[in-house]
């Protein structure tokens, strides 16, 4: 969180201490500002937020405003559920005269009202410390911020002395991960190495490395490292001092200091690492659980089951799948044994399956060459009944692209004389078909006609005779018409079907 005085804060209290006035700020104001980059420094220079972006104001009750020392005073505001919902990023400290003084940026926060039983409101509270020479004299303030409600110096004391502690119980005295804070040599410099390390639960990061010199041989050179207080909060100081010894003390402010020697230098060439090291270079469980090696206190060593719980486990293993024992446990060899003998006894079997390529474990059946060697399970089923292949590296797979299966008659007299994988020709059951011709309509059979005459036949019986001879019309006498049947149905024979591909077991 980035927080400072504006410019304008600073004139405005220079303003003050010049015509001995008082400095009186009188509200904070929450904000969200978008695009706000809560880890960057304050834009001392910026105004207000725009009237669309504030979200809050807080008119600061008599009270509300403490000193922690002469140069030092805090703003506390106390929102309660009852207010809300919006959300901040920025917080504004303005006075009386509407000079926007002190600000702050923060990581997106929210504020919610309590709405039973839709909405679980929450409780805000939000001190702003500010520090300037003569703070508390500027601005009056006569009341003391460790009397606020609670103590929070020794409430905040006391829980970094609890973690200080829990630290403590998981790194001991002092852990350096690697080669951190590490003295090396370099030329003609000395300098510790950037990294992490725990010093009596108390955590030191060094992002670069840090020169230091040490002022006469034979030395040896230590950790000074406490929790001193920093404005609001209390933070890890540490430093590196030489000393025949140096063991731990309480300074004249009451901070506590703990002192762990790193390294001995008897002479200008020779440096002797103190260090206690651990190999750390990610999470403490990954480490922990990466641990090798026969440590002689761990109760595992000597653990039974009965010990966990685990008293009705079999003591013995086996190998042998077809074991039908509760006395033993079945290993990944039994396993990968029974897997193997259900797989072989499929071997062999055709199957159709929705999709469009073969699973694994399955050839398309299309009828290809494949390797006798690499599917020499499925050679020693189907051999050459579809196929040689080349005649000795490969055969053939059969090939069920577009037909039905039909089940071998093996005898029954259904379906005779079929050989397995042998192929039959399509053919339909014998049978008859019926049929009847049109009405003919009125026609002739035959005439004829005396000599001398002609006879014209006309379509619908009209007969024309000339003027000479006879004529005569009978009955047409035995004969036949030509009767046409027109041809109906597809390329073969086949009940409603459904296409899938089908696949071969090797």
Not at 248 to 264: E, K, L, P, Q
Not at 370 to 377: E, I, L, M, P
Not at 409 to 414: A, E, N, S, T, V
């Amino acid at each position: 969180m980035g927080a400072s005085i504006t410019l304008a804060g600073e004139n405005l209290i220079a303003q003050k201490q010049a015509a001995k006035q008082g400095l009186d700020v009188v509200r904070f104001i929450f904000a969200n500002v978008p695009g706000l980059d809560p880890s960057g420094p304050v834009n001392r220079a910026a105004p207000k937020p725009a009237a669309g972006q504030i979200v809050h104001v807080y008119n600061i009750p008599d009270g509300n405003a403490g000193y922690v020392n002469p140069n030092q005073v805090v703003y506390s505001s106390q929102i309660g559920s009852d207010v809300g919902d919006w959300d901040f990023n920025w917080i504004g400290l303005e006075t009386a005269e509407g000079v926007l003084f002190a600000v702050a940026y923060v990581p997106l926060q929210i504020k919610r009202r309590n709405i039973p039983p839709l909405q679980i409101g929450n409780n805000l509270t939000r001190n702003f410390l500010v520090a300037f020479d003569g703070a508390q004299l500027l601005t009056g303030i006569t009341i003391d911020a460790s009397t606020w409600q609670h103590d929070f110096t020794v409430r905040l004391a006391g829980i970094d002395e609890r973690e200080r502690l829990s630290n403590r119980d998981i790194f001991g005295r002092a852990c350096f991960f690697g080669a951190s804070l590490q003295l090396v040599k370099v030329g003609s410099t000395y300098q510790l190495k950037p990294g992490s390390a725990y010093i009596e639960g108390i955590r030191l990061v060094r992002s670069t490395a840090l020169a230091v010199v040490p002022p006469a041989f034979p030395a040896t050179a230590w950790l000074d490292v406490a929790l001193q207080r920093e404005l609001s909060d209390v933070v890890a100081s540490w430093n590196v001092v030489f000393a025949a010894d140096r063991p731990d003390y309480t300074d004249s402010a009451g901070v506590r200091h703990y002192c762990v020697a790193i390294a001995d230098l008897p002479n200008a060439a020779t440096i002797t690492d103190r260090r206690s090291v651990e190999l750390i270079d990610g999470p403490l469980v990954t480490h922990f659980a990466a641990r090798t090696g026969d440590y002689e206190h761990l109760r595992a060593r000597a653990t039974t089951k009965e010990d966990v719980g685990l008293g009705n486990l079999p003591n013995a293993k086996s190998d042998d799948p077809a074991s039908n024992s509760s006395e033993i446990l079945a290993t990944t060899a039994a396993l990968n044994r029974l897997n193997q003998q259900v797989s072989d006894s499929l071997v062999g079997l055709v199957a159709a399956f929705d999709m469009a390529s073969a699973p694994p474990g399955w050839l398309k059946r299309n009828g290809a060459n494949v390797s006798r060697t690499v599917y020499a399970k499925l050679f020693a089923v189907i051999g050459t009944r579809h196929g040689a292949g080349d005649g000795s590296t490969t055969f053939n797979v059969g090939d069920s692209r577009g037909l039905f299966t039909r089940a071998l008659d093996d005898g029954r007299g259904i379906d005779p004389n079929r050989g397995l994988g042998s192929l039959q020709a399509p053919a339909n059951l014998h049978h008859t078909h019926g049929g009847v011709s049109d009405v003919a309509g009125h026609h002739a059979h035959y005439s004829a006609a005396g000599s001398g005459g002609n006879v014209t036949v006309n379509y619908g019986s009209q007969i024309t005779v000339a003027p000479t001879g006879n004529t005569t019309t009978g009955t047409a006498g035995a004969h036949q018409h030509t009767l046409t049947i027109y041809a109906d149905g597809d390329t073969e024979a086949r009940p409603i079907n459904e296409a899938l591909l089908v696949c071969i077991k090797y």
